[in-house]
């Protein structure tokens, strides 16, 4: 295949990477052999090293195994990012088992559907978040429940004198004290002999982590990730960042643990470089530049609203980030502005990334290098195919520069949604190749850019309109901070199109003046019809928008 990316990677990045022979295990227990006095994870200026890790990984995996737990069950973790996370998720994975990663902050109910999809014998979960479990109902058999309390992993002479800082766990702290009825404490759970190192390993090929989707287009829906695709997508990462020591980087883990993002970049490749994971249980700027004057961060990957708000807070504390080398930022797109704030305090290059939850995630990326393009997701990782179809006809592909729907291939790709035949079939094509449903243009570079969302284009009067052209007019209006562009069923039939603002403050709805704005920008068919103005927009744990939410509460105010 034509592969033109390939001369713009970074000098010392290889085209292909080396393919996985073994699992996740495998991976972890290298680092524990090869690392055991560095320093594995730093909570709250609370270490562990790879050593004491390895011990505990293994007599937690010994715990499961006494509570029943055999290859291939699933085992829910419903936890922020804290030392047990880790812990847990080798525990499980070193049994054969399958880690469910849930976000401790979801209701019961939107925990229900997850629980009755995956069936986990045992549940890893903040003590916080044990009631929601409890509450299930009875058609739902509830899972052995361990109960993990942050305060276990805190500094001794802090946890009382510290407290929690972030006013939801602040809130939470008298629960913190005592475990809830009916489960197993981790502290009891840890106390116990080391797995007997002959139990068996799981296969390169075995399901290491269903991880469900945001559900953006309906319910979530559960990507099962195997250990092969896993590693193979820690390794691309290890390619990419070229130059990353082992032993040397300080890997700030302010995405969550619980999303693929951050599942890979610190609990997968973090461990593959023996570095050290400093992590936060919620973003908090003032506490993570308090460890950055502690731990100076060298890997700060995350979100455009959280390097915007570390950047300017830190130039208000005088605090320096210089040490931030590798910085990739995903899930949204990311504006110039904060590519050059960013760039102006840290001591690297800020470059825009792109994965799926179904690709472990990660698949394209700017380089480290000069060679990068702003406002594009870059190309190709190593060892990563992509073509761009037509998104009604996915056999035949577009011309050079045309928009079309992205399609994947590669090592990292995910074999099919858990106990959902249909929409694995709808997702995944002959030859591997994955649907993203993301429509792209590439330049002859093979630099990539979004342009939209293949189930979000609104079809009017027989015209696509694309939702991102229209809230990109709306955005440059000065009354209005953000938007959401949306289809709503027209009386006619077919669809209009729909916008739900907010306001600057101080400005007021005004639609004809908005709709004169874009007007003069945008051919009629594209116009908004409705204009409304809301307080905030629903948006997924990483800040993403979620149009689908957005129709929904709309249609429900206004028709």
Not at 319 to 328: D, E, H, M, N
Not at 417 to 427: A, P, R
Not at 446 to 469: A, C, H, Q, W
Request: net charge neutral; charged share 20%.
């Amino acid at each position: 295949m034509n592969a033109p990316w390939i001369k713009h990677y970074q000098p010392g990045v290889p085209a292909e990477i080396e393919l996985p022979t073994e699992s996740l295990v495998a991976l972890y227990e290298r680092s524990v052999a090869e690392a055991p006095d560095a320093v594995a994870t730093e909570f709250f200026g609370r270490t562990t090293t790879y050593a004491q890790l390895g011990d505990r990984i293994s007599r937690a995996a010994e715990g499961l195994r006494r509570l029943g737990v055999r290859r291939g069950d699933r085992v829910a973790l419903v936890l922020p990012n804290c030392p047990q996370h880790v812990i847990a998720f080798y525990a499980v994975l070193r049994i054969g088992a399958v880690v469910v990663e849930h976000n401790p902050l979801y209701t019961e109910r939107e925990l229900r559907h997850m629980f009755e999809d995956h069936s986990a014998r045992v549940a890893i979960c903040w003590d916080v978040a044990v009631p929601k479990l409890q509450a299930m109902p009875d058609d739902i058999p509830v899972p052995t429940i361990i109960s993990v309390n942050l305060l276990d992993a805190f500094p001794a002479t802090k946890r009382l004198a510290l407290g929690l800082p972030l006013a939801k766990l602040r809130a939470a702290r008298a629960k913190l004290t005592q475990p809830s009825v009916g489960t197993l404490t981790w502290k009891k759970f840890l106390d116990g002999p080391p797995i007997d190192s002959a139990h068996p390993r799981p296969g390169v090929h075995d399901v290491a982590v269903i991880q469900y989707t945001s559900g953006t287009t309906g319910q979530p829906k559960g990507a099962m990730l195997s250990h092969y695709n896993l590693f193979s997508n820690a390794r691309q990462g290890e390619a990419w960042m070229h130059g990353a020591k082992l032993r040397e980087e300080n890997f700030y883990a302010v995405l969550p643990l619980f999303h693929a993002f951050g599942m890979t970049l610190f609990l997968t490749y973090g461990i593959l470089k023996q570095a050290r994971l400093v992590l936060f249980p919620a973003f908090d700027v003032d506490m993570v530049l308090d460890a950055a004057q502690k731990t100076p961060p060298t890997v700060y990957c995350a979100v455009p609203p959280i390097y915007e708000r570390t950047a300017t807070r830190a130039k208000e504390r005088g605090i320096s980030l210089r040490s931030a080398k590798y910085c990739i930022s995903g899930a949204m797109n990311l504006p110039e502005a904060v590519v050059e704030l960013w760039e102006s305090v840290s001591g690297g290059l800020l470059v825009e990334g792109y994965g799926m939850t179904e690709a472990s995630p990660v698949c394209l990326g700017n380089p480290f290098a000069p060679s990068r393009r702003s406002g594009t997701i870059g190309v190709p990782f190593p060892s990563t195919r992509m073509k761009v179809v037509d998104p009604d006809d996915p056999t035949r592909e577009v011309a050079q520069g045309e928009r079309g729907e992205l399609l994947l291939q590669g090592p990292q790709i995910f074999s099919g949604y858990w106990n959902n035949q249909s929409e694995t079939e709808k997702t995944l094509l002959p030859g591997g190749w994955l649907r993203t449903g993301d429509v792209v243009t590439v330049d002859a570079d093979g630099f990539t850019t979004i342009v939209d969302r293949v189930k979000e284009l609104i079809i009017t009067g027989g015209f696509n309109v694309s939702p991102s052209e229209v809230e990109e007019v709306l955005r440059a209006h000065p009354d209005i901070t953000d938007v959401a562009v949306v289809g709503v069923p027209a009386p006619t039939g077919g669809e209009r199109v729909a916008a739900v603002v907010i306001l600057a403050e101080g400005s007021h709805l005004d639609e004809n003046a908005m709709r004169s704005w874009c007007k003069e920008r945008l051919a009629a068919y594209k116009v908004p019809r409705s204009i409304v103005a809301v307080d905030d927009l629903p948006r997924s744990m990483l800040g993403k928008v979620l149009r689908t939410q957005v129709r929904e509460q709309f249609l429900a105010t206004h028709h």
